[in-house]
């Protein structure tokens, strides 16, 4: 079973997925993180952005996010160009996790684009990730070296939370920690027919 986890940014997908990683037998895959590693380790994926955004995107072989970032998150189409090289690659790359864990309980599977990158379409059940815009620009702009500006232009190219809630099995208000904490124990529990 494969459980979409995702919500905008400064939601709290981490805090929440480290609260489900306490739990034994699943398994956690990380898109974003995967697909930072298969940016820098992937052959295919250096040389299809190096041709799309120049030689700048690596620096010292690693890389150059500030760079791409500064590109994509101002212009739509580049993000959408961006998407089409990475995300095949970590489709395949997920597919492969998927076989290597077929014995666990399930797989959670946590992605920030998860329904604009369509990849729902292969989720179980889906559990969104949700709290209020200011306290999720606050969360970021303490985390990240950034503007509210930039945070908001990311949120701006995200799905609205509504949106997420409406196509959701499950929805964690991620405010308070022990209420999330609840929440991740009651949706575990459920998933895994248990009830202690």
């Known amino acids: 079973m494969i459980i979409g986890v995702t919500g905008g940014i400064g939601s709290g997908k981490s805090t929440v997925i ?20 298969l940016m ?15 030689e700048n995107t690596y620096k010292n072989n690693e890389l150059n ?21 990475v995300h095949p690659v970590v489709h395949k790359h997920f597919h492969n996790f998927i076989l290597e864990n077929a014995q666990k309980s ?12 369509n990849s729902n ?9 949700t709290a209020p815009e200011n306290i999720r620009i606050e969360r970021v702009l303490k985390r990240d070296n950034t503007t509210i500006t930039a945070v908001k232009n990311r949120i701006k190219n995200q799905w609205s939370e509504t949106k997420k809630i409406l196509q959701s099995n ?4 991620n405010i308070i920690r022990e209420n999330t904490q609840h929440e991740v124990t009651r949706i575990h529990n459920i998933l895994t027919n248990t009830n202690r």
């Open 170 to 173: 499950y929805v964690i208000q």
């Open 65 to 85: 996010t500030a760079f791409l970032a500064n590109i994509v998150f101002k212009n739509k189409e580049k993000l959408a160009v961006l998407n089409a090289i």
């Open 106 to 117: 399930y797989i959670l599977y946590e992605n920030a684009i998860l329904f604009e990158n």
């Open 40 to 54: 820098n380790s992937s052959e295919e994926i250096k040389t299809k952005l190096i041709a799309e955004f120049g």
């Open 18 to 37: 480290k609260m489900f990683a306490k739990f034994e037998n699943i398994a956690i895959y990380i898109a974003d993180s995967q697909a930072k590693k």
């Open 121 to 129: 379409n292969f989720c179980d059940k889906i559990i969104t990730v």
